[in-house]
């Protein structure tokens, strides 16, 4: 099975700030990468699908990259309403993995 | 506007048998061909898959829980199911919902319930 190594587990940064989280997988996953935010309580929410591809509705401030096994996702400026934990996931061979996870908060 | 929604007992007995219904609305089930999953987060963890349904009722587990899990569809009530059986205090979790982005792929999870929380406990 595919593993999935996301980094770092939480980080803080500024309002305005620019945010990057990684995803690395065990082996090429063809850019099935996904980005995904959770808030408590709350619909988890897609952002990103297929590595690099922004979600119907998703603030422009959201972006992803990558391809084979490295991936990255970036806020390119972190609004308070951003503060959530973000999750890549990958699908291969009928199966879907999720990376630990990314919280983020304001410093 | 597809929504879901998950219901079932938020407490259950160890060696007992969880069973959820997510209620599918403003779309229809049998209508596309759509997949349907469930995923789970134990508290203060991350995130696992725990297996999709095709409309058409073919499944997919992932292979740590086949064993245990079913997962079921009733095209007539707008809703699927799922159940795992024999649990222990490690499936203590919010239990979500979703449905899978495209029609006949089954890659991303585009829309998703708010979860509700299972506890196993005496």
């Known amino acids: 099975d595919i593993q999935m190594t996301q980094s770092p587990s939480s980080l803080s940064a500024s309002v305005g700030g620019r945010v990057t989280i990684t995803c690395q997988a065990s082996q090429d996953i063809n850019n099935y990468l996904n980005w995904y935010q959770l808030k408590p309580g709350k619909a988890p929410k897609l952002l990103i699908y297929d590595a690099s591809n922004l979600e119907t509705g998703v603030p422009s401030r959201f972006s992803g990259s990558g391809s084979g096994t490295e991936f990255s996702f970036t806020i390119s400026s972190l609004q308070p309403e951003d503060i959530a934990t973000y999750y890549c996931q990958q699908y291969d061979n009928l199966l879907l993995t999720f990376g630990g996870g990314t919280k983020v908060e304001i410093k | 506007q597809l929504q879901l929604q998950e219901s079932g007992p938020g407490l259950v007995k160890p060696s007992e048998t969880l069973s959820l219904t997510c209620t599918v609305s403003g779309g229809s089930i049998s209508s596309t061909s759509y997949y349907w999953g469930w995923i789970r987060q134990p508290p203060g963890k991350g995130l696992e898959w725990i297996g999709t349904?095709?409309?058409?009722?073919?499944?997919y587990y992932n292979p740590s829980l086949k064993s245990r899990v079913t997962i079921s569809v009733d095209t007539s009530k707008n809703q699927f199911s799922l159940k795992l059986s024999s649990v222990t205090a490690a499936d203590t979790a919010v239990y979500y919902c979703?449905?899978?982005?495209?029609?006949?792929?089954?890659?991303?999870?585009?829309?998703w319930g708010q979860g509700t929380l299972v506890t196993v406990s005496s």
């Open positions: 979703a449905r899978h982005k495209g029609p006949v792929e089954m890659a991303t999870l585009g829309y």
């Open positions: 349904i095709y409309y058409s009722g073919s499944t």
